[in-house]
């Protein structure tokens, strides 16, 4: 049975968005599921590994990495409490994992049979539609994720995550969470490029570095 805890995550997740608490209970009255459990630092899935699941993280977060055969690693995403993992490759018919899950500390897995995920769906419009936009946001996002990979310079890069957080955190003063490595991983770029940007941007007065908070002098420096 879940907790009104777990309950009020759920109700977070796109899935079950516009759901009261009690049609989710009893939507899993009516369906067999299991709670998961993973410590940190834990191999949720390799790369070309199927995926067989509906898994839904209720506490936790996990990293998804990409890497190519010579060692170089992108981090493509981070998945977090309400989110359902790998929603695409549920009912693909090639469901072959494009990238390596793991925690980043420990997590709590909500994980659905696919049968009866697969006929819940299909008797209930809403959970279908949601379902539906949950594929759309995720080609959305990588779509962006590509462009922003492939088309933007280091510089760019750098730039565009400098004012993101920006507007993420309402202030010209950010807090950087992750570290240099992790920033550097998730644009698929070298620590030492990363550091020489910011270097560069804090040289023309476009930035001032405190540690992991970055002051933006002058937003127009950053484009």
């Known amino acids: 049975m ?3 805890k777990q309950i009020k995550t759920l109700q977070q997740c796109k899935l079950f968005a516009g759901l009261s608490e009690t049609e989710i209970l009893e939507f899993f009255n009516d369906i067999s599921y299991k709670l998961v459990a993973f410590s940190k630092n834990e191999i949720y899935s390799l790369a070309g590994m199927p995926y067989r699941h509906v898994d839904i993280v209720l ?6 990495r990409m890497s190519s055969v010579g060692g170089k690693q992108i981090e493509v995403s981070r998945l977090r409490a309400g989110y359902l993992i790998a929603p695409a490759f549920i009912f693909s018919a090639n469901n072959l994992m494009p990238v390596s899950v793991e925690t980043v500390e420990p997590c709590s897995i909500l994980r659905i049979d ?5 006929r819940a769906i299909d008797e209930n419009s809403r959970l279908c539609m949601n379902f539906i936009r949950t594929l759309s946001d995720i080609s959305v996002f990588l779509t962006h994720k590509i462009n922003v990979l492939s088309l933007m310079t280091v510089r760019e890069k750098v730039g565009y995550l400098l ?6 955190q309402n202030s010209r003063v950010i807090h950087l969470y992750r570290s240099r490595q992790q920033i550097a991983d998730s644009f698929g770029i070298q620590k030492f490029s990363l550091q020489r940007v910011l270097a560069n941007f804090e040289k023309e007065g476009a930035i001032e570095i405190d540690g992991r908070s970055v002051k933006i002098l002058d937003s127009n420096k950053l484009k």
Request: with cysteine; charged share 35%.
């Open 2 to 4: 879940l907790d009104s």
């Open 59 to 64: 506490a936790g977060t996990m990293v998804c």
């Open 114 to 118: 696919k049968v009866d995920f697969a």
């Open 163 to 168: 004012v993101k957080r920006a507007k993420e």
